[in-house]
């Protein structure tokens, strides 16, 4: 059952004006990875600080070794994975029924579809499984991505602090800093991700209305980048490769750029004639 995330916000007239509302969707995702995360760091940095041991990681220390560390490494990789992928699996699911319900809006507001089309707002539109499936299998293939990057450079910081002779608490602090910067990663990733479904969702929904053409918009205040700025109000093919060489939004890392439906006889923006002309 979705639960009405939206309460209280109503489309503006303006498509062209109307962002994707999708913020609650990584409020609501971020503190559960980001718990997760910490909890892989924890038994990550116990492999090598065991608890109440003061002693240095090389050689003598009982019960810490290399090898068990890189034995140990993958399984809470893998242990991370597990509960990442059910709470970004949850996002997914969450950004494509947004995508479906933020296209299906559009295309009310613009006459194209009849109000009726709406049912209730936030809970409309055809299923998306197969949409969600392949989302889903990219999103695991980045936290992986992430987790293994982690794993490696974990072990060249144990080997190489082991070289140099340094000792346990120095070699904690280099992992937990390799550990920090892979959560960091992990975050931009998932934020890139809800705006990647919401974006495939809308074309998949604009693609079944048979809606052919569509136009980019920015959110148009003093955060969005010069890279974005420009290409607002483009238009480009609903099934096609995207716009130019950026092809689909988000086009960098927490962007928010999206897209409105573009409907001949119907479209009243700056590229009214090209839109006339487009199927000549
Ligand atoms: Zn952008």
Same mark, same amino acid.
């Given at each position: 059952?979705?639960?009405?995330?939206?309460?209280?916000?109503?489309?503006?007239?303006?498509?062209?004006?109307?962002?994707?509302?999708?913020? *609650?969707?990584?409020?609501?995702?971020?503190?559960?990875?980001?718990?997760?995360?910490?909890?892989?760091?924890?038994?990550?940095?116990?492999?090598?600080?065991?608890?109440?041991?003061?002693?240095?990681?090389?050689?003598?220390?009982?019960?810490?070794?290399?090898?068990?560390?890189?034995?140990?490494?993958?399984?809470?990789?893998?242990?991370?994975?597990?509960?990442?992928?059910?709470?970004?699996?949850?996002?997914?699911?969450?950004?494509?029924?947004?995508?479906?319900?933020?296209?299906?809006?559009?295309?009310?507001?613009?006459?194209?579809?009849?109000?009726?089309?709406?049912?209730?707002?936030?809970?409309?539109?055809?299923?998306?499984?197969?949409?969600?499936?392949?989302?889903?299998?990219?999103?695991?293939?980045?936290?992986?991505?992430?987790?293994?990057?982690?794993?490696?450079?974990?072990?060249?910081?144990?080997?190489?602090?082991?070289?140099?002779?340094?000792?346990?608490?120095?070699?904690?602090?280099?992992?937990?800093?390799?550990?920090?910067?892979?959560?960091?990663?992990?975050?931009?990733?998932?934020?890139?991700?809800?705006?990647?479904?919401?974006?495939?969702?809308?074309?998949?929904?604009?693609?079944?209305?048979?809606?052919?053409? !569509?136009?980019?918009?920015?959110?148009?205040?003093?955060?969005?980048?010069?890279? !974005?700025?420009?290409?607002?109000?483009?238009?480009?093919?609903?099934?096609?490769?995207?716009?130019?060489?950026?092809?689909?939004?988000?086009?960098?890392?927490?962007?928010?750029?999206?897209?409105?439906?573009?409907?001949?006889?119907?479209?009243?923006?700056?590229?009214?004639?090209?839109?006339?002309? *487009?199927?000549?």
């Amino acid at each position: 059952m979705t639960k009405d995330k939206r309460a209280g916000w109503r489309p503006s007239p303006d498509i062209r004006r109307d962002p994707t509302q999708s913020k *609650w969707i990584e409020e609501e995702t971020i503190p559960l990875l980001k718990k997760a995360w910490g909890t892989y760091r924890k038994k990550v940095l116990a492999l090598i600080i065991k608890e109440g041991e003061r002693t240095n990681i090389i050689g003598s220390t009982p019960g810490i070794s290399l090898p068990e560390i890189m034995r140990n490494l993958p399984m809470l990789g893998d242990s991370f994975l597990e509960d990442g992928t059910e709470i970004t699996g949850t996002m997914i699911e969450q950004a494509v029924n947004q995508g479906n319900a933020y296209a299906t809006e559009q295309l009310i507001r613009v006459e194209y579809l009849p109000e009726a089309a709406s049912g209730s707002l936030f809970t409309i539109g055809p299923p998306t499984q197969a949409l969600i499936d392949t989302l889903t299998a990219m999103d695991l293939s980045s936290l992986q991505g992430i987790t293994d990057a982690t794993s490696n450079h974990i072990v060249q910081a144990i080997t190489t602090g082991m070289q140099e002779g340094k000792g346990t608490y120095e070699i904690a602090d280099a992992v937990d800093a390799i550990l920090n910067d892979g959560w960091n990663r992990a975050e931009t990733i998932v934020r890139t991700e809800v705006m990647t479904a919401i974006t495939e969702s809308t074309r998949q929904r604009f693609d079944e209305q048979r809606v052919q053409l !569509c136009e980019l918009i920015t959110s148009q205040d003093d955060r969005v980048c010069d890279d !974005c700025e420009p290409l607002y109000g483009e238009i480009t093919e609903v099934d096609g490769p995207g716009f130019g060489d950026m092809g689909w939004p988000p086009f960098h890392p927490n962007c928010r750029c999206a897209i409105a439906p573009v409907i001949p006889g119907l479209y009243d923006g700056p590229h009214k004639e090209d839109v006339e002309h *487009w199927f000549d």
